[in-house]
């Protein structure tokens, strides 16, 4: 994180059994919360079972190594405010103010 041109900072938050990190953002962008999950298959249960202060304008960053998860929670996420997807997203997201209308170059490429 502290090579992206858009972060002041990034620091780990408190919860319990969970990695949760805090990013303050430069430019007068609003600070992300975001969730790290190694969950190697990341489902609906997942998504519902986040920790309590991940919400709108927020991340959850599926960070596991092959990890899958289930594509239609993109679009849920996205109509709760929050942004989901693997590191190269959470970068691109991070330079815009709401991180959860960011699609990476794959998801753009889905789009007809």
């Known amino acids: 994180m502290d090579g992206h041109d858009r972060v002041e900072q990034c620091r780990q938050v408190k919860a319990e059994g969970e990695y949760v990190f805090e990013i303050e953002r430069k430019d007068n962008l609003p600070r992300v919360t ?10 609906h249960w997942e998504y519902a079972s986040r920790p309590k202060l991940i919400g709108r304008g927020d991340f959850i960053l599926i960070a596991g190594f092959n990890t899958r998860f289930d594509s239609s929670l993109v679009e849920i996420a996205r109509e709760d405010g929050i942004g989901i997807g693997g590191i190269a997203k959470l970068m691109g997201a991070l330079n815009w103010e709401k ?5 990476s170059p794959e998801e753009r490429g889905k789009i007809h």
């Open 34 to 43: 975001v969730h790290l999950s190694d969950a190697y298959d990341y489902g």
């Open 99 to 103: 991180v959860w209308l960011y699609r």
